[in-house]
């Protein structure tokens, strides 16, 4: 190599070569081209380093290529967009071709971003509108990136580098709907379940969203990343687990607590429309009987006391009122039993030993756990409400 090539067209000889030539040269190109114009020069410097010191195919592991030709391929990133001029090699074994840069910067084959312009991308999205943030990012960057082309990164990630080894007091989890691209099946339904975990000094940890895996597949990755060896028996990584009485969800998550309560919210705010459209009650009825289930479902608990006696006084009043309330609770089940309302006898029936975790928590352990699940319900309200619109795209 007896020229180095600073700009196409621009070459400077390595005979009679000065380090002031040097300066002149990458003064004029960056005055020209700026930081993108360097980093091309950067790419031609380090891919004929790269080619001279032997490449592997990544076909056959042969290390004897020829130069096949060259490209030019066009990068998105944080400082512009970056042509770079990449050499495309032939395997002098199997005979198939390749381009050697790919690999040591790992570089998706047909991308035309780099991974830390989707990043900044993706950072852009979570407070604003994909509309809004394709125009931030064109103001900002100085050159054009579609909505839809952000919504198509959004949608294509799902992170799972979120440290999940971890012992928490509550486990919250929580789906909700979304509107993405139709499948094979011709269907547009996604969802997205969120699982937190949070302490009772208020801390919350998360511990993953995701878009395309089950329930099932959330469960497994929590246990696996939690169980060392199956030689072990598994220890649960929460106290309690709270959820909004999905089937699936619990059957999935409730080896990973230790007792599970049912989100009291949910109880009252799915037994009218169960009874509307169910049992076929009317409006009015539906919604007394739902408040009427709300009143037999809450406690006032009392703040840890320091005197044992009186903390002693607090829980026996407290375990009279909950052998009360349980008896409530069969007594309404009862009653809709009589009223010939099977749906809704059934869906409290099937919540009854969950509905007074809280409760029963507090009387072992002076500690109560949430009753709602209303910190995923937010967290997916503030920040999943960016893939509602994406109907509109």
């Not at 780099?114 to 931030?136: D, G, H, M, P, Y």
């Not at 990136?145 to 440290?163: E, V």
């Not at 919210?265 to 408040?291: N, W």
Request: net charge positive; glycine share 6%; aromatic share 8%.
């Amino acid at each position: 190599m007896n020229k180095l090539s600073l700009h196409i067209g621009s070459e400077i000889s390595l005979k009679d070569f000065s380090f002031s030539q040097l300066i002149i040269a990458v003064k004029s190109l960056f005055d020209t081209e700026g930081v993108p114009g360097l980093v091309k020069v950067l790419v031609i410097l380090i891919e004929k380093m790269l080619l001279s010191s032997g490449v592997e195919c990544p076909h056959c592991k042969c290390k004897k290529h020829h130069h096949n030709s060259k490209q030019d391929r066009k990068l998105k990133t944080s400082i512009g967009e970056v042509t770079l001029t990449l050499s495309r090699v032939l395997c002098g074994d199997c005979k198939k071709t390749f381009v050697p840069f790919n690999q040591l910067l790992d570089l998706d084959r047909y991308s035309r971003k780099s991974r830390e312009f989707e990043k900044v991308s993706l950072e852009t999205i979570t407070n604003q509108s994909f509309r809004r943030a394709a125009k931030n990012l064109n103001d900002t960057m100085g050159f054009g990136t579609a909505h839809t082309t952000l919504h198509r990164w959004f949608t294509n990630t799902d992170s799972t580098n979120i440290n999940v080894n971890k012992k928490v007091d509550f486990l919250v989890a929580d789906g909700t709907g979304f509107k993405r691209d139709k499948d094979a099946e011709g269907s547009n339904r996604g969802e997205v379940r969120i699982v937190i975990g949070y302490n009772e000094s208020g801390e919350v940890i998360p511990f993953g969203a995701w878009t395309r895996a089950s329930w099932k597949d959330i469960g497994r990755f929590l246990k696996s990343k939690n169980h060392p060896s199956e030689k072990i028996k598994f220890k649960p990584i929460a106290r309690t687990l709270v959820t909004d009485g999905e089937e699936e969800l619990i059957s999935a998550l409730k080896k990973l607590a230790n007792n599970h309560q049912r989100c009291l919210f949910h109880m009252t705010h799915e037994l009218t429309p169960l009874m509307r459209y169910k049992d076929i009650v009317g409006k009015e009825e539906a919604i007394k009987i739902s408040e009427q289930l709300n009143e037999l479902l809450y406690i006032d608990l009392p703040e840890a006391d320091a005197d044992p006696l009186k903390s002693l006084e607090d829980k026996l009043k407290i375990e009279v009122k909950l052998k009360a309330m349980k008896t409530a609770i069969d007594d309404f089940i009862n009653e809709l039993k009589m009223l010939g309302y099977r749906k809704a006898k059934t869906f409290v029936e099937n919540a009854r030993a969950q509905l007074f975790t809280y409760i029963d928590n507090w009387i072992k352990t002076g500690i109560s756990n949430p009753k709602v699940t209303s910190l995923v319900e937010r967290i997916m309200r503030e920040r999943i409400g960016h893939l509602k619109p994406i109907s509109v795209l």
